[in-house]
């Protein structure tokens, strides 16, 4: 079991360590797994608008700066070529998109991981709820403070989305908040300390409901699959409809046969 510092709301540190969720915090962390969040998280947030010119778009350069032959220098068709100063670029960065994908398992396994290694490490805090009236930096600021946090980057993780306290970080250069449930596992990597509400640690992990580990959109997967075996007997029992069918149409077309027989004597 993984215990980590435990602090009141006003900074004063409690007697007793905080015990930590051992079936979230199990110490284990995944490095390569890590990589991949940490390296799709920044080239996300790429925006790729980078360009260069190439001869076609440099403006100039319509004609021949000199003759073809007879002046004993190098042939030449444009001043707009890359040999030239002022001309274009060859295989220059051209607008493109960086974004990429990552399974949602693997960023839930991320996540998990940094956290246990800033619990692992000694860097994660439990502090009480958090209200502030209003934004106040100075108050978030002596907060840290007195958890002796001042002058590393902290990540203060509240329970839910408290924009009061959002508020009172956003001036520090060094202090990011975020709802527990949406911290990435970059941000945790980002912090030298972490401060979580206790009450967070009580919340189900976002898109993953808290019995099975199953994601959201299983139920309806298996509503799907339920539905499966019914359209199977629907398909089983339609020739045995059809057969009654037909058994009864011949049913009802023998009468009208003896009726023409009597009608004909």
């Known amino acids: 079991m993984i215990e980590a510092p435990h602090y ?17 915090f199990d110490g284990t962390v995944n490095e390569p797994v890590l990589h991949q969040a940490v390296k799709v998280y920044l080239a996300n947030q790429r925006q ?30 444009s001043t707009r070529s890359p040999l030239w100063p002022g001309g274009g670029t060859v295989f220059g960065p051209h607008p493109r998109d960086y974004r990429q994908d990552i399974p ?56 839910g989305l408290k924009r009061n306290v959002y508020l009172s970080g956003r001036n520090i250069p060094s202090v990011s908040v975020l709802p527990y449930t949406e911290a990435a596992a970059y941000d945790v990597l980002w912090s030298d300390a972490v401060v979580v509400e206790g009450g967070a640690l009580g919340a189900p992990e976002p898109e993953v409901a808290a019995s099975e580990g199953e994601t959201v959109r299983t139920p309806v997967k ?17 020739p045995r409809a059809k057969a009654e069918k037909s058994s009864g149409k011949s049913a009802k077309k023998k009468p009208s046969a003896e009726k023409k027989k009597k009608g004909s004597e």
């Not at 009141?8 to 979230?24: N, R, V």
């Not at 790729?48 to 002046?71: E, I, L, M, S, Y």
């Open 8 to 24: 009141a709301a006003t900074g004063k540190k409690h007697g007793a360590a905080f015990a930590l969720p051992a079936d979230y």
């Open 48 to 77: 790729g608008t980078h360009a260069t010119k190439t001869r076609r778009w440099v403006t100039g350069g319509n004609q021949k700066p000199w003759r073809q032959k007879g002046t004993g220098r190098a042939r030449q068709g």
């Open 104 to 159: 949602k398992k693997v960023r839930q396994l991320a996540r998990r991981s940094a956290l246990n290694a800033r619990a692992r490490e000694g860097s994660l805090w439990v502090i009480d709820a958090v209200d502030f009236d209003g934004p106040k930096t100075a108050r978030l600021a002596g907060l840290l403070e007195a958890m002796e946090l001042a002058g590393r980057k902290v990540l203060v993780l509240t329970n």
């Open 222 to 238: 298996k509503k799907l699959a339920a539905k499966k075996p019914v359209k199977a007997a629907k398909a089983k029992a339609a």
